[in-house]
DNA sequence: AAGCACACGTGAATC
DNA sequence: TGATTCACGTGTGCT
């Protein structure tokens, strides 16, 4: 559709000028078909004033109804500027939407790494070691290395002496038991690097060497565990560490 | 501002007409100061028709643009509505946006306390027996205690000790330990409920008990805390468990 | 019919 | 200036 103008008058906002609105009219229909053939200009009007306050009632209620929508949406639209509070306070709708997308996106992503992070695998052992993203300062970088695998008490004695051995900058240790699974989670620092610039590779090999170190630990707990089911004595006590 | 309809045209769209958009062209002045005092019923044109298609290019450039911006905004409207996914699409802008919002907040918290449960707080000890929301069916309530302070391996002892005395349920422990701090945290459930519902004041009444333990043995390991940096041996060795 | 929600084109302001 | 953003009133469809 495309609708011409006919006059623009300016006026104080929202009054009652009937007059103004005259031509407008025609979209209400209901108060007597005549009104909707005659010209604007060779309308007198006078015998419709009631239809036509009713109506110009109604084009009132429309509009005030659309600028509350408007008001709704613009208030949450705040309430988000203020929720992603990313410094600058000016900002489009359009750029506001996008930052917010990616905002929820984001913390979505971290809340299943978290919840993937407390869980404990129940049927596969697994033996990981990756960068982990916490600052301390120039020329470090920190790992997280995890094994998890059915608890078996002397696993602990081959752990403990595996990292010993390996002389790591243990930062936290964390064990968690669920039924008969354990997981032990370490992170450590490798800070190789020289004029305050990590040595990636050194930290890498570094990484790599856990990786191994807790491979054979995990390979001889799982050949005891498998001897011991094998063995007559399957609930046999094990020295502990 | 008020403005009134001359006629409305039918037409397909966005086209060319230029006789229909004459009117509008006061807007945009520049084109020979006659035209803005003439009135539409006495203006034939002619003369000013490059003027007018000028004028015309512009306003359409503009609705144009205000199109592509609307869908700019929409689409952004369109992935966060995929994106909070609560089941039925049909919802109005302001809804939506008011869900997006509960919903970053919900995320906002839900990371603030994954963080906080990741910490272990340096200065001050602390024993906390509070309600842990995974379901295990009606009739089970489950718990979360932690106790954290500092490291002391005959704590593991008493710990061990206090939770088979108490004949816990236990669904999960935990223990980190950070420089001299060790944090311990265990799942415990209760299933004190009739008719498959809980027995809530018989499962707060465990959790208070549960408490009060642990904070028995908070309070025996710091007094040998204590007691072993007034003696004339702060190193000395302790048995393990 | 009467209310609501949306898309549209426009006027004004800002850069 | 031209481009871009916003608020506004309106037309229209749905319920």
């Given at each position: 559709m495309v609708y011409t103008f006919c006059e623009r008058v300016s006026s104080s906002g929202y009054d009652d000028d009937l007059e103004l609105l005259n031509d407008s009219l025609h979209e209400f229909g209901g108060c007597g078909g005549s009104v909707l053939l005659s010209s604007p200009i060779e309308r007198v009007g006078g015998k419709n004033e009631n239809c036509e306050a009713k109506a110009l009632a109604a084009l009132k209620n429309h509009s005030e109804a659309e600028r509350r929508r408007r008001e709704r949406i613009n208030g949450h639209l705040a309430t988000l500027r203020g929720l992603v509070?990313?410094?600058?306070?000016?900002?489009d709708k359009a750029t506001l939407l996008a930052k917010v997308i990616s905002q929820v996106k984001e913390l979505k992503k971290n809340a299943m790494e978290a919840s993937k992070d407390f869980l404990i695998p129940m049927e596969t052992d697994e033996v990981k070691v990756e960068p982990y993203?916490?600052?301390?300062?120039?020329g470090c970088m920190s790992y997280m290395a995890t094994i998890c695998c059915d608890y078996q008490p002397e696993i602990l004695c081959d752990l403990k002496k595996t990292l010993d051995a390996l002389q790591l900058q243990l930062v936290k240790s964390e064990m968690s038991t669920l039924e008969r699974r354990m997981k032990n989670v370490f992170v450590f620092t490798c800070c190789k690097g020289v004029n305050n610039s990590v040595d990636v590779e050194a930290c890498q090999s570094i990484g790599n060497v856990v990786h191994k170190a807790l491979g054979s630990v995990l390979e001889k707990a799982s050949m005891s565990m498998e001897f011991a089911l094998t063995t007559?004595?399957?609930?046999k006590r094990r020295r502990m560490c």
């Amino acid at each position: 559709m495309v609708y011409t103008f006919c006059e623009r008058v300016s006026s104080s906002g929202y009054d009652d000028d009937l007059e103004l609105l005259n031509d407008s009219l025609h979209e209400f229909g209901g108060c007597g078909g005549s009104v909707l053939l005659s010209s604007p200009i060779e309308r007198v009007g006078g015998k419709n004033e009631n239809c036509e306050a009713k109506a110009l009632a109604a084009l009132k209620n429309h509009s005030e109804a659309e600028r509350r929508r408007r008001e709704r949406i613009n208030g949450h639209l705040a309430t988000l500027r203020g929720l992603v509070a990313s410094a600058h306070q000016k900002m489009d709708k359009a750029t506001l939407l996008a930052k917010v997308i990616s905002q929820v996106k984001e913390l979505k992503k971290n809340a299943m790494e978290a919840s993937k992070d407390f869980l404990i695998p129940m049927e596969t052992d697994e033996v990981k070691v990756e960068p982990y993203d916490i600052k301390l300062g120039y020329g470090c970088m920190s790992y997280m290395a995890t094994i998890c695998c059915d608890y078996q008490p002397e696993i602990l004695c081959d752990l403990k002496k595996t990292l010993d051995a390996l002389q790591l900058q243990l930062v936290k240790s964390e064990m968690s038991t669920l039924e008969r699974r354990m997981k032990n989670v370490f992170v450590f620092t490798c800070c190789k690097g020289v004029n305050n610039s990590v040595d990636v590779e050194a930290c890498q090999s570094i990484g790599n060497v856990v990786h191994k170190a807790l491979g054979s630990v995990l390979e001889k707990a799982s050949m005891s565990m498998e001897f011991a089911l094998t063995t007559s004595y399957p609930n046999k006590r094990r020295r502990m560490c």
